[in-house]
């Protein structure tokens, strides 16, 4: 028999979509108006623990939206991570600023030990403003990414921020439903310690609106902000004024329907991706050379993505090994490769990268979609174990 295609990460719209967008075309609202928009927004909110959200059509125009309501602008640095997706941080550039990469811990998140040591030995803080010593730049911000649904060291990470007077943009566009169980942020979600948040809902994102994003913060008058930049920043809807340099970056009523019906989701979503993570890790850790990344402890993870680690001793590479699950039609794939590898990046500062260059070689992210079976994981298992 023919074995069918394992995708990596795939859409799951087994809820209302259908209804509730069928409702929206039905309504006439397509575009940004319409009563689903804020709907979307009190759900995501509500589910977050936050007074409000500002829905936008892409995690990438929420974090060009949380610079500029942070007031990163020409001639400003920012700390960001050099191992993630590059729309991370292509929106500090996008504010005029420039990113200063930083390598991960054994989260995969952002190290704050290593934040700390550049801070240290690179920057001062005078009348509470960061400087650069060797650029003079302000220093006004840092970016922290939960990758693939894990938590970034928050403590750690909030104190220094604190210390240092810098803006934190939690970048949690990968782990919607990501919170602490346990320490000073029990009950806190990531995205909703920081500044700014902001969730993603692409379609490979764990709840999807086609293209989406969402942004929440601790100051009400910043958020405000975001939601006036997001629509064109007119103060006056009848009369067509305009008080600064808007987007169109709002989100439509069509995505915001299928937002609602995903939010239903959510939870069942998780609980699904946490059983087949269980399932991968019981079936290879400590196998073949084989070990599943853990999620933090003290935290509820989402369980966005899975990493497999492939350890040296393992006969074939990384790349051998995503190209034999390619032909058994299972889609795999490396992480990302650094950002400050990336073409427009390379002039920029760079330290602690070590650890972020040693686990980009040896991760495979495996399939890890809501509608993955256990028959399908125990095939890509089997592949695996017979390498
Ligand atoms: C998906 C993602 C984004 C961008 O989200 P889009 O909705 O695709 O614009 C930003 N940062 C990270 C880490 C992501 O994974």
């Known amino acids: 028999m023919e074995s069918r295609f394992i995708p990596l990460s795939v859409p799951n719209f087994s809820g209302r979509e259908k209804e509730y967008v069928n409702e929206a075309v039905v309504s006439e609202w397509v575009s940004t108006g319409g009563s689903k928009v804020p709907q979307f927004e009190r759900a995501v909110a509500d589910y977050v623990k936050m007074p409000d959200a500002v829905a936008c059509n892409s995690g990438t125009s929420g974090l060009h939206l949380a610079m500029m309501i942070a007031g990163v602008g020409r001639g ?87 210390e240092w007077h810098l803006t934190v943009i939690e970048d949690a566009t990968e782990a919607l439903g990501t919170y602490y169980t346990e320490g000073v942020y029990q009950g806190k979600y990531a995205g909703t310690i920081g500044d700014i948040g902001v969730y993603s809902f692409n379609g490979n994102k764990i709840i999807t609106t086609g293209s989406g994003g969402m942004v929440v913060s601790n100051h009400p008058d910043w958020l405000s902000h975001a939601r006036h930049l997001s629509t064109q920043a007119k103060s006056d809807e009848l009369n067509y004024k305009h008080d600064e340099v808007g987007y169109n970056y709002r989100l439509t009523n069509l995505q915001a329907a299928l937002g609602l019906a995903q939010m239903e989701q959510l939870e069942d979503f998780i609980a699904h991706k946490e059983k087949m993570y269980e399932f991968y890790r019981e079936r290879l850790d400590g196998k073949h050379h084989y070990r599943i990344l853990p999620f933090c402890e003290g935290v509820r993870s989402n369980h966005w993505f899975y990493s497999l680690y492939v350890e040296d001793g393992h006969s074939l590479s990384r790349d051998e090994i995503i190209q034999v699950l390619k032909e058994q039609k299972i889609q795999t ?32 992210n495996l399939p890890c979609s809501t509608s993955l079976t256990q028959e399908d994981a125990e095939r890509v298992v089997q592949v695996l174990l017979s390498l």
Not at 92 to 112: M, N, T
Not at 134 to 153: C, L, P, Q, Y
Not at 338 to 361: S, T, V
């Open 76 to 162: 400003h640095e920012v700390i960001v991570p050099t191992l993630t997706f590059i729309a991370a941080v292509n929106p500090v550039r996008y504010a005029g600023a420039e990113p200063i990469f930083i390598g991960c811990d054994d989260s995969l998140c952002l190290c704050p030990a290593e934040v700390l040591r550049f801070l240290k030995e690179h920057a001062e803080c005078v009348n509470g403003v960061c400087r650069n010593k060797a650029t003079g730049a302000e220093i006004k911000a840092m970016v922290v990414v939960h990758v693939f649904g894990n938590m970034a060291d928050m403590q750690a990470l909030m104190k220094i921020a604190e």
């Open 333 to 364: 794939r490396p992480i990302w490769g650094l950002i400050q590898d990336q073409a427009d990046y390379p002039k920029n500062e760079a330290y602690g990268e070590e650890k972020a260059r040693h686990y980009l070689e040896r991760i495979v």
